[in-house]
């Protein structure tokens, strides 16, 4: 049995321990209550409903649905993700349902949707949808609804599509899309094996009404060097931690102990001295 001081400094030194834990695994984990994201290449913050798992390009190793998504590495998801301008991507835990936030440059021509006039706004809507047909050799898409969304005076182009490819594989897809501080944002929710419902269209929409189009300071938690850093500290260096902590507390006892037993043995010798000289002085 632990003696009652060991269990104290046990106890306040597991409480410190768990509290870096937890401060580190906050900012290396994908999913938790409604996760917030901000991403200073494109000055954009966005609230994520807590359901869904989100992968970023800081995204580690550590992600046990890396595996779901049919990644052996993280560097390939981030190589993806740079690759075709994404800077999230979000699934349900079934994985059959992602959805996608991708920002780039505006081309010169493209104005900022909330400062455009209706009329040009149409315009601009309708040589959109023209260019949203998509048919080759490999796949056939089709706009099967259309329409402008606003909120909060951030209007978007949206639309709803089913895209079948040659092995008539069908993939449907809804896609708001934006010009804002002259950046391209579009949000794509992607369905691979059922159409699109309810549930998933509000989580969507969750998103987007929570985007904010402001500047953003970048921060050392969009690197992913410094994500890959903090998720071996917690993979690696805190079982380690804890192991010393232990060996540091119990030799610390031990010592403890040893000085206890010493005291002991000098109060004892102390009282047979007095006990012997009583003797002496009664004779």
């Known amino acids: 049995m632990l003696n009652h001081k060991l269990q104290h400094h046990f106890r306040k030194a597991f409480a410190v321990l768990s509290a870096t834990i937890l401060i580190t695994s906050s900012a290396i984990t994908t999913f938790a209550a409604d996760s917030s994201h901000k991403f200073s290449d494109i000055d954009l913050k966005v609230s994520i409903p807590e359901e869904l798992v989100c992968f970023t390009r800081s995204t580690t190793n550590n992600n046990a649905y890396l595996k ?3 990644v052996s590495d993280a560097s390939e ?3 993806t993700m740079e690759a075709n301008h994404v800077y999230l991507e979000a699934v349900n835990k079934d994985v059959t349902y992602e959805i996608a936030i991708a920002g780039e440059k505006a081309s010169s021509e493209l104005p900022n949707f909330d400062t455009t006039d209706t009329s040009r706004m149409e315009n601009l809507f309708q040589e959109y949808l023209e260019s949203c047909n998509i048919e080759t050799e490999d796949v056939t898409e089709v706009i099967t609804g259309s329409e402008i969304y ?3 005076a951030v209007r978007y ?3 709803d599509a089913s895209t079948t490819s040659k092995t008539q594989v069908t993939v449907y897809t809804k896609k708001y899309y934006t010009v804002m501080q002259g950046m391209v944002y579009t949000f794509i929710l992607q ?11 509000d989580n969507l929409l969750h998103i987007i009404n929570s985007a904010q189009y ?3 300071k970048k921060s050392l938690m969009e690197s992913n060097l410094v994500t890959e850093v903090l998720s071996n500290i917690v993979t690696v260096g805190v079982p380690i931690l804890i192991l010393l902590l232990v060996l540091y507390l119990l030799d610390h ?3 403890k102990s040893a000085k206890q037993i010493s005291a002991e043995e000098a109060r004892l010798r102390e009282q047979y001295a007095k006990e012997e000289a009583a003797k002496k002085d009664s004779e």
């Open 214 to 216: 402001v500047p953003v």
């Open 253 to 255: 006892t031990k010592k």
């Open 77 to 79: 998801l981030r190589a």
């Open 150 to 152: 606003e909120n909060n």
């Open 191 to 201: 369905s691979n094996t059922n159409q699109i419902d309810a549930s998933m269209t």
């Open 157 to 159: 182009f949206v639309t």
């Open 68 to 70: 779901k998504l049919g």
